[in-house]
């Protein structure tokens, strides 16, 4: 008795790309290449771009007692933006590190070293997605439309920051949290410090997850010669990572506490302050499971990091309802 033929994997579906996803099963054909070069097939990317925009938000109405129904625009335009410059980075980053992610196991099946988009088309599909994003960003404030012109530098640069740092992580950092800064400066229309503390916090939050995401490509990387905190620190790498927890922790901590105390209750204050204690729980629960030398577990707990992202959000928008 013969068994069941295996199931096919479908075809051009990158390696890491979420098993059973939208793009591989529901979009057209067609546009299957160009949505996995944004990676609309792994979501993660842009929740963890989108998640620091709403916490700018969540604490900017905080700090000001303030909602409008441009709050809500600015809500699902974030989303959106998040999306499409998410998709549009990536598309840039697989258009520098072509040469690169035809020689790493994990990345030589996206769409443009394994031949399904060329370059020239990549770039097409980059320029789209940044001129609807810019569409969405022309309806915030002078302020926040200068914050997201000027959060094209880091976007640029970070392709290249593993050429020339052990660090590009913070390049990431810098680039991933923009959206901490524009959120809070769409609804307050000017940048305050609170926003800057939550920025912060943002990178090492950054430099917290991909380390253990650069984990995974550790030994092609070597062989290649691309830089990386997950190389860098090597059989070290817990260690950065429990400080990376504790000031990622105290800096949104800080920023909660320099929100609420000159203008909301303490009681607003016990709740956001909820947030960040609880996103540490969370991280320490990752500290726990880690193995380095395990990609698939990198992997996952990579992806779980939306869900850290979301704790102290949640507790941000309920300390506004208190």
């Known amino acids: 008795m013969t068994g069941m033929p295996a199931t096919p994997e479908p075809r051009g579906q990158v390696s890491d790309a979420v098993k059973g996803n939208w793009v591989d099963r529901l979009a057209p054909i067609p546009c299957r290449p160009y949505l996995r ?8 990317g842009t929740w963890l771009l989108l998640l620091p925009c709403w916490m700018g938000l969540a604490l900017a109405m905080l700090q000001d007692g303030r909602a409008t129904w441009h709050d809500l625009w600015i809500f699902a335009g974030c989303a959106i933006g998040a999306f499409l410059m998410r998709g549009a980075g990536c ?36 320029v789209l997605q940044a001129m609807i994003a810019f569409a969405i960003l022309l309806s915030f404030n002078i302020n926040a439309i200068f914050l997201g012109i000027l959060a094209l530098l880091p976007v640029a640069i970070y392709p290249f920051a593993k050429r020339f740092t052990w660090w590009p992580q913070i390049f990431l950092g810098v680039a991933f949290n923009w959206g901490a800064l524009l959120a809070w400066t769409a609804h307050s229309g000017r940048l305050n410090t609170p926003a800057l503390v939550l920025y912060a916090g943002g990178i090492t939050w950054t430099l917290f997850y991909d380390t253990i995401y650069a984990h995974q490509d550790t030994e092609d990387d070597a062989l290649i010669g691309v830089k990386s905190t997950a190389r860098l620190f090597a059989d070290n790498s817990p260690k950065w990572l429990q400080a990376f927890l504790i000031i990622t922790v105290s800096l949104f901590a800080l920023a909660v506490i320099i929100t609420t105390l000159p203008n909301s209750g303490p009681s607003s204050m016990a709740v956001a302050l909820i947030g960040p204690l609880a996103m540490g729980w969370h991280m320490q629960w990752q500290m726990r499971r880690l193995d380095t030398n395990n990609p698939k577990t990198c992997m996952m707990l990579f992806r ?19």
């Not at 070069?37 to 979501?43: E, F, I, K, M």
């Not at 598309?91 to 070293?113: C, G, H, M, Q, Y």
């Open 37 to 44: 070069l944004s990676r609309a097939d792994r979501p993660i």
């Open 304 to 322: 779980s990091n939306r869900d850290t992202g979301l704790i102290p959000l949640l507790f941000f928008a309920a300390a506004w309802f208190v």
């Open 91 to 126: 598309t840039w980053n697989d258009i520098t590190d072509r040469k690169f992610d035809a020689l790493v196991e994990r990345t030589r099946s996206r769409p443009i070293p394994s031949g399904q988009v060329s370059v020239k088309l990549a770039c097409i599909w980059l």
